[in-house]
């Protein structure tokens, strides 16, 4: 298995991401990009990302904040996150000059890219989704789906015109860092734009399931083994109708 660090540019940032694929074969296959959660790119990230791998797709986690940066603590992650979140159209470029990394890898069939991202990393999926690039599909887990941090509101951008892929977003019913109102205007928007898009949600379930690290039911982050499993398999299922 090849796993190699590749810097690419967002503008004059230089992003650090963490490429890996089976090099055994240099056979075309499929790509999928994978968004970090807000401490940046972590071991979390790169582990799904060999997991990918192990599947058969050429994986990439991406550098959402550029140089490697990556947070100690919730203050700092906090701090790192928050212009991105605020900024809609600056964290679209930034996912979308991943985008454009993995279509330079010679092994990655440029027609057929999906990504995934976790908690804030599936907020920035979707928002690639959003953004119209011709990607052919995006899976949120436990993603952030609201456009609000206490007082502040995100400067969003409309939905694009173009948009063929489709969305998965898979959701702990329990997350207490999203509201139905979040998820109603996720639906409608999507809806009234007559895209593909899938909500899955599981019982008992809470934010940032899907990391065994975490156990933290004071502040919603808790790990749920039997969700994860389904989340992944849902994921698979998904990725396999779509890149036909």
């Known amino acids: 298995m090849l796993e190699e660090t590749i810097t690419y540019y967002v503008q004059n940032t230089a992003c650090k991401g963490f490429l890996t694929f089976d090099n055994t074969s240099e056979d075309q296959r499929p790509g999928i990009i994978i968004a970090p959660a807000w401490r940046g790119l972590d071991e979390f990230a790169k582990a799904k990302a060999r997991d990918l791998a192990r599947l058969g797709y050429v994986a990439l986690a991406a550098d959402i904040y550029g140089d490697a940066k990556k947070a100690r603590s919730d203050e700092e992650a906090l701090a790192l996150m928050k212009p991105f979140f605020l900024d809609r159209k600056l964290l679209q470029d930034r996912i ?29 999926v979707i928002e690639l989704f959003r953004s119209g690039t011709p990607i052919k599909g995006a899976v949120s887990f436990h993603g952030v789906l609201g456009n609000s941090i206490g007082e502040e509101k995100a400067a969003t951008v409309p939905l694009a015109k173009n948009i063929e892929g489709s969305l998965l977003v898979l959701h702990g019913h329990d997350d207490p860092l999203v509201t139905s109102q979040d998820i109603a205007n996720l639906e409608n928007e999507l809806t009234e734009a007559k895209l593909d898009w899938q909500f899955h949600i599981y019982s008992n379930t809470s934010h940032a399931f899907t990391n065994p690290t975490l156990n933290d039911p004071n502040n919603g982050l808790v790990y749920n083994q039997r969700s994860a499993a389904r989340a992944w398999k849902s994921m698979q299922n998904f990725f396999k109708e779509i890149f036909i």
Do not use: D, N, S, W
């Open 96 to 124: 979308h000059g991943a985008y454009q990394a993995i279509l330079e890898t010679p092994t990655c069939q440029r027609h057929k890219v999906g990504a995934i991202g976790f908690c804030f990393g599936g907020l920035t």
